[in-house]
DNA sequence: CATTAGCACTCCAATCTTCCGAGTGCTAAA
DNA sequence: TTTAGCACTCGGAAGATTGGAGTGCTAATG
């Protein structure tokens, strides 16, 4: 069905205020606040027909109305007007964007935690992640007799490592041509490829002491299990408060149990649902926000070298979706831009 | 003033009974489900007595009793009796111990999230953080032709890195004479003298290019800053919701905004003022906790290598302190116990 | 003199009642 | 097709009612 003119700009009065204002919206606030040029009569015959159409919900009979998963559906698809990120907010995202050095792993926490700020609702993202990463050097680093350190250095620059002791001691000779051999034998190798087979031929043509090689093999085979290792973190998680709808504690469980620690399976797996470009997930459209009147906007970061994430936020289905849109391409857009020139940097993830 | 036997008496079983109902206790409930041997009438007594000492207090007139900040100190030092860890409790914690490859920063990780779900409270604890950490080796590993990784590994196996990219090509050969050098110079000293003025001296004495050994001094200079870099971390944050105080709204914004992020300098500092040994801090003695109705219990434990820092449950001033004093305890001594005996073990503290 | 039975009194919290008004849907006129 | 007008609905805020758990005091008791 399409909605004539008239109803699309009724559909948008009524989402616009319900989101400012939390109320059901009734026919006269919508003469009153809107210039639409017809009786509050007429208002409520379109809204009945809107109603009809499944774009809006009552309450209860003698309530205004709401707008349903749908309506806030075509409302972000089609009736909301473009939100203009206000010159102090750019300035708060820019400066927090010019650090000199930026450490990886803190760019983009940070940028979620101005993410909450900026929005007052939760930021989510998940921790970068990389396709074809490369081992591009080994190393054996001794720290006393009987322990080193293994180190693989990704193309990335990034650094994963492990501390290894022994029982017996090993020369800081034998590490070093170990190391070597390794460096050599697994440079451009993907690290998804150390597999327990792979490695168990190779160690048969290596002539060192077993238990020294056993445990560098258990260490890169774990390297490339970890491959899938996504976080998600969060930040303003009390943000939630600023909105009326959760003045009921009810709300506010359902919420906070659903953001919390032990449910990021879910969140992990509902943000990879999303696609390439900034996407609206609204309440009851995925099965796994049932019931629980949460919507989520996601975007995606990358951080250069392969470096992927989501960044999200989340919050009541009456969420202010011009707003937290905008300022969630923005702050993508700047850290795609900061990232793509790689300075002098920071890295931290291992 | 010194207590009777018969007051301790009465106050234990009042405070043992608000723990466990989270209702005002009144008299007849004293008479019913403890055996004092005396009437109402004269508990009655007794809790007036109390209360005019400061160790019980009534919501209003005709509410039963409810201890006091006071009282819960009291009972806390004096009167609780010893809780002590059921089988599956116990069974629970040691599997749990018992990876076979320990990461030493998911040991302490898991351990909070154990301690949140056995005790049904939050969990916080501060990431290990050492004294006395000294340079072991310095090693700058070529990742391609303009950039490498530098690395500092430390006498506890901790890897410090960071990618540096420069202007300029670096033969590998350089990168190597560098590396062996600082390494040598820096072995054994601790990380917080990487000063910018014993660098600058140092500086000079080095044949290298500017740009290379500037850009591996502030490497250093950044680490000795990052030795105050404790962060805390928190898990089981929603049990509080298993809490019948936490059906108010208002009782619930307090309490997480307290624990929020954005607070974890106040709790860092809260924990850093108790001692060596598990301590309890109430309600009102803090003066940080004003009002809120919050106690901590404060533990330490050590990860070994100089590793140290603070495990802590917090949660209602009503809180199970028996219980979560005995975990909390017998969790510690468990970390200790595994960490002393340090096998071939992850290390992803950087 | 400590203890206790008895009783009047208090006051919260749960439940019920009342009532206001924002909002609707329908009808009939423009 | 739009609109003025009107009867009707219903949630929720404000007030009234009531029950019961609990107290403090008094006077009797061993």
Redesign the interface.
Known sequence: MELSDRKKKILQAIIDDYIASAEPVGSSHILKNHDLGVSSATIRNEMAALEEAGYLEKPHTSAGRVPSYLGYRVYVDQLMNEYSLSVTEINQITSALRTK?LELRRVIDSISDIMSVLTDYTAIYTTPSATGITV??I?L????ER?F?A?V?T?T???K??????SKIFEPAVLEKLSNYLSYRFAGCDTGEFTPEVLSNEKNLIPVDEELID?VF??LT?LSNEVENVDVVM?G??NI?KHPE????DR??DF??FI??DNSKIIKSLLSQTGDSTSVIIGNENPVLENKDISLVVSNYSLGGGLKGKLAIIGPTRMDYAKVISTLDYLTSCINEVTAN???????F?
Do not use: C, H, M, Q
């Open positions: 050095y591009s050097n190393k680093v001794p720290v006393d322990s350190v180190l250095i193309n620059g990034a650094v490592n492990r501390t290894i002791r022994t445990a258990e260490f774990d930040s998680t009390t408060f959760f003045n009921s504690i506010t469980k906070l149990n919390k620690k790689p300075d002098e940097r920071k890295n931290d291992d």
